[in-house]
């Protein structure tokens, strides 16, 4: 067999670093904090993260061990996404909203060295610490005040002083791990999902694509969406190699302060789940604000209810695309930019699908072990494999997750003969009603259409008839006097007739997990303990 002649250059973080910082050394990050935003170039951030790489290394870090952050969206936690993986070490983004006892089991079955914690982050953290098995070091950020955590702490700032610029970066096999996130683990202990400098690479070059995001140095990216939840989105690593500016939010991520930021800063692209666009938009309409810098918002973690989508674009000039991934796929899989064939009447509807499959990810469909056509009809789990999939967890075995090499994702959907998903459920949450399948995911979306509701979770609630039947749990806007029957009777030229709940509770809120997606479990076991008030239509 011919051999081929190209070089075998290894595709790291360490060469994505250096690209960065070599041919965008005039970009920039921009961080907000309480008394304005503080910024530096490209060039000054990777000299910081030269000294970051030393003071690890001098502090006993090795190739291959964890390097945990417990930060928020800042130029810092930045600097150690790209220098932790650049000197062989793995990074751990630890989520900050994970219960106490699941942030002791994941730095603990991680085996973190050192963690890197933001100040205001110390009391959280400070619960844990006793806990903690494998823990050297903490290293606080910022100049707050963190003495719950003791004296031993080591100061960010102090450490890098300390360095000189200049370090110098190992040669690393491709392979070897780079990252690490845990899954948010709505059912038994968070998964770790740990992702190779070769998946790294090779998924920030697809989402520069055009055939994805499109990312380039004329961009100024958001990153709303916390850089703990599923590997930052890939954002840290595809803004640096295409020289894109970053406009980091720190701690604030309400509202009225995103807003004054992208009115001040003009991001082109932003990245965060529904919720947050939802309360973007109430903020927008209530108030006088500019949104229409941004030429992508990248929305992803749950469905994106039509109604959100419309009214952004028709009263604010904000167009939102729904992107479909996981922790397990790095996380991008899909992205639903509509195809060259669609007309400007039918632009929202392809970008209200869960996504085209992007380059490097191969998908199928799966029913009873049956492989499935691609029709878009046909109903299956989305089965995924590709360079950046995970094919194992880390330190546990779930050989129910993985299908022959092909990762079991859990969702429920169609695609269709031109790569085009459309998730209709989690394979948890569909609801089967007298045999037949309700997707509570589309339910969902269509309550929401109704101008006086805010979120709506369907979770199935059991039925003496039907075996099963949906409930509806509404928040609606403050002062609204909407009743069950009123949205029956919205939902009767929407849905089919007997997907309409007979059953409804009106609630503050609907609860979200750690990475604001809806908690439904949380919802099914208020009911069964009876703390719903349920009203029954008929």
Known sequence: MMQSTMQD??????ALFRHGARVYADSSVATFEDDGVRRASFAQ?????ERLAAALQRLGIEPGD?????CWNTQEHLEAYLAVPSMGAVLHALNLRLFPEQLAFVINHAGDKVIIVDDSLAPLLAKVKDQLKTVEHLIIVGDGEAAELGDGCLRYEELLAAEQPGFVWPEIDERSAAAMCYTTG???D???VVYSHRSEYLHALTECS???LGISERDRILPIAPMFHANAWGLPYSGWLAGADFLMPGRFLQAEPLCRMIKAERPTFAGAVPTIWGEILRYADANEVDLRSLRMVMCGGASVPRALVEKLEERHGVRITQAWGMTETSPMASIACPPKSCQPHEEIDWRLKSGRIVPGVELRIVDDGKVLDWDGQTVGEIQVRGPWITARYHGADYPDRFDEGWLRTGDVGTVDARGYIQITDRTKDVIKSGGEWISSVELENEIMAHPHVIEAAVIGVPDERWDERPLACVVLNENSATTPDELCAFLESRVARWWVPERWTFI???PKTS???????VLRARREAGALEIVHVQ
Do not use: H, M, N, Y
């Open 190 to 192: 968070p998964k770790g």
């Open 45 to 49: 951030v990777a000299e910081r993260v």
């Open 66 to 70: 964890r390097v945990a952050t417990f």
């Open 186 to 188: 709505t059912t038994g």
């Open 508 to 510: 503050p809120e609907i």
């Open 210 to 212: 055009s055939s994805a």
């Open 515 to 521: 990475v604001g997606k809806f908690d439904k479990k």
């Open 9 to 14: 250059w290894p595709l790291t973080i360490t």
